[in-house]
């Protein structure tokens, strides 16, 4: 294995590791982040890049932190992910690749985006 991953081994939990770098998905309703209100900034656990604002985060029902848009749209990346049968979109952090969640297009905001993040990719500072 490469030094830099066994370093995020060490850093990391061991879910963090799975999500961010093997692509897990952590279970439905049991993120840290899944109910949270507070105002603040998501970032990237990895990197620490600026991913998303409490402002655009919405109550999506489906157990994991949604979004309806970026902080900033540089600050993502999106993949093809055909792994399931129907063919997704991967989001990963655009400054280090961190696999983060998906991005479909039923969300309720004026682009119709819904950012489907696992809290396992996210680490929150508070405003
Ligand atoms: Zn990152």
Redesign the pocket.
Known sequence: MEKGKEDLRKRLTPEQFRVTQEKATEAPFTGEYVHTKDRGVYR?V??G?ELFSSEDKFDSGTGWPSFTRPKKKSSLGERKDRSLFVERTEVV?D??G?HLGHVFDDGPGPEGKRFCINSCSLKMEKK
């Open positions: 990237c990895v990197c890049n952090c400054k280090c961190a």
